[in-house]
């Protein structure tokens, strides 16, 4: 029981390093924020991908049994991020929206994400466009803030849609 206490105190600790070296990137700070509360990450995994450049397609300490679902995840977790901080918690609940978030991965090409509103058939925001080979922590945080930006801008789209067809 010792240990878990241990284990979770030096990952707090780490955590708030982390933190610390995101100073003067606000988005960044949030979204590792948001990944430490969702339990997606922690504290050193965070630190690999929001911190460092990635030394490939994605961090090399994190790949997984299948890159393609790595990236997939972490473009998700974006895309899920920007639509929360926009919509908000309750808006993302299952049953209160239509909102679908569909990661396009490579490896070797360009990687995507989009985020749909289902019930309209409209692309509320599209993001990444770039090899996740480029990402570090100034593109990463340029993609959240593009993403975010559009979801705030479909917002009165998607509600005068939503009047319009009923």
Not at 52 to 81: C, H, K, R, V
Not at 119 to 130: E, F, I, N, P
């Amino acid at each position: 029981m010792e240990e878990v206490e241990d284990e979770e105190s030096e990952d707090l600790v780490k955590f708030e390093e982390v933190l610390e070296g995101l100073e003067g990137k606000p988005v960044l700070k949030e979204f590792a924020v948001w990944l430490k509360e969702e339990d997606y990450n922690g504290a050193g995994d965070i630190e690999e991908l929001l911190c460092n450049e990635w030394d490939g397609a994605y961090p090399t300490s994190l790949i997984g049994e299948d890159l393609l679902i790595d990236i997939s995840n972490f473009l998700y977790y974006m895309a899920q991020f920007a639509v929360e901080k926009v919509y908000g918690k309750e808006y993302w609940k299952p049953g209160n929206s239509c909102i679908r978030i569909v990661p396009e991965p490579s490896y070797d090409g360009c990687s995507y994400v989009y985020i749909l509103e289902m019930k309209t058939k409209s692309v509320l925001a599209a993001g990444c466009g770039r090899k996740t080979w480029h990402f570090n922590p100034e593109t990463i945080q340029e993609d959240l803030k593009d993403l975010v930006k559009q979801l705030e801008e479909s917002k009165n789209m998607l509600a005068t849609r939503i009047l319009v067809e009923g």
